[in-house]
């Protein structure tokens, strides 16, 4: 089968799906200013699946070769159908991931977690103190969390905690490594902010400078030199601090899908900002299709789609050009080369944003937070005047 990507002929690849990420509700109690969910939110918040459609999509995803599957929302724990969910996964053979911010947790459900076969619980975490917690999550959460670690650890559970790094709490790594360690982590994601959805809007008020990033990777390392084995601990660079970009998901519709609240079925977190797209639904015509024969996961699978430089590029296999994206929201283009990379015609624009990051003006802007009022207000326009840099919803 050939379809047309861009005016290029190209040809369909049936990939495997090893990990699918069930993003099953948008509702949540934290405002988090630097969440990945759509900033549009609250248009997608309406007709969720219901239990019958996700054990559905479990299997579909199973029979298309998923063998990892990630609980996700915002706030999974929001829903009370997650046993029963989590149950049908293990039936199916998923190593499953319930991805939480513990709100919603109690000593019940996790030991029905437990009993049901769920494999993983990841936990998030923001800061050693309440104040910054607190406020980067405009929400009152800090005691709740480690309360929740401590859960978490009692049911014998691996320690997986998650950090977002950003500029209120970088200057704190030494500090949250050392609570994590007391905590009894068994991993642990520095997580530096890569800038989509909330977090692109508030990228100003967000980023770190280069330095700063720099200071944390070192007292990083050194604290893995001395735990050594006992805890493993990952430091994500941000991608407008990397000279070359990611392969972003380790290729478009090559190895992850994403189902969202509503059904549509996804390639990556932030697809839904793409031009000229329309994306597969769960309700219509399955995973199957929208895996295999689907325009959107076909759009740019391969090279074929490339414009220059990328299309030349000897390291065009590395990165694939980088995400698709980054591109369209920071150049305009989905089909041109990721602005993070330094050969990109558009790296100018990482360049100057790393230089807004050290202006105080701009980072004493004020904070979108995650919440429908701020969602309501991006979709009616009311907030253009903060995105009117970027060039879609992202």
Same mark, same amino acid.
């Given at each position: ?9 190209? !040809? ?5 799906? @090893? ?9 949540? &109690? ?7 969910? &759509? ?7 309406? $007709?969720?699946? !219901? ?12 029979? @298309? ?6 609980? !996700? ?18 039936? *199916? ?7 939480? !911010?513990?709100?919603? *947790? ?11 076969? *769920? ?6 975490? +923001? ?7 607190? %406020? ?18 009692? +049911? ?9 790094? +950003? ?73 407008? %601090? ?38 597969? $639904? ?12 689907? #325009? ?12 220059? #430089? ?55 802007? &004020? ?28």
């Amino acid at each position: 089968m050939a379809i047309q990507n861009n005016g290029v002929a190209a !040809s369909v690849t049936h990939t495997q799906p @090893l990990w699918l990420l069930a993003e099953i509700t948008y509702r949540c &109690p934290l405002h988090c200013a630097f969440c990945y969910n &759509p900033t549009d939110y609250d248009k997608h918040t309406q $007709n969720e699946l !219901s239990t019958e459609q996700w054990i559905n999509v479990l299997r579909d995803a199973r029979k @298309l070769g998923a063998l990892q599957l990630g609980i !996700s929302g915002g706030e999974p724990l929001l829903r009370d159908d997650i046993e029963e969910i989590v149950i049908e996964a293990k039936k *199916l053979g998923y190593y499953s991931n319930l991805i939480t !911010s513990g709100v919603g *947790l109690t000593e019940k459900r996790i030991q029905a977690f437990k009993e049901g076969g *769920l494999d993983h619980i990841q936990l998030s975490m +923001h800061d050693i103190t309440e104040e910054i917690n607190n %406020f980067i999550t405009n929400t009152k959460t800090f005691e709740l969390k480690k309360k929740v670690a401590a859960m978490i650890k009692n +049911h014998d559970y691996p320690m997986v905690l998650n950090v977002v790094i +950003h500029r209120y709490n970088i200057g704190h790594i030494k500090e949250i490594l050392e609570m994590a360690e007391a905590l009894g982590a068994d991993y642990v994601e520095l997580a530096n902010t890569q800038y989509y959805g909330w977090s692109l809007v508030n990228r100003n008020q967000l980023m770190p400078t280069k330095e700063q990033i720099d200071h944390a990777e070192k007292v990083t390392n050194e604290f893995r030199e001395k735990v050594g084995n006992k805890m493993k601990v990952f430091f994500v660079v941000p991608d407008y %601090f990397s000279d070359r970009p990611k392969k972003c998901m380790n290729g478009w519709g090559e190895v992850f899908m994403i189902v969202t609240a509503n059904g549509d079925v996804l390639p990556c977190h932030s697809a839904r900002v793409l031009p000229n797209m329309e994306f597969p $639904n769960v309700r219509d015509k399955g995973l199957m299709w929208a895996w295999q024969d689907s #325009p959107a996961f076909n759009r740019y699978r391969g090279d074929s789609w490339m414009k220059e #430089p990328c299309r030349t590029c000897p390291e065009k296999e590395n990165d694939l050009g980088g995400c698709r994206c980054q591109a369209f929201l920071l150049s305009g283009d989905a089909e041109s080369a990721d602005p993070v990379c330094s050969l990109s015609p558009n790296h100018h624009i990482i360049e100057k944003a790393i230089e807004d990051a050290k202006n105080p003006v701009l980072q004493a802007q &004020p904070i979108l937070f995650r919440n429908d009022k701020n969602s309501k207000k991006i979709l009616s326009g009311e907030a253009n005047d903060l995105i009117k840099d970027f060039h879609a919803t992202p």
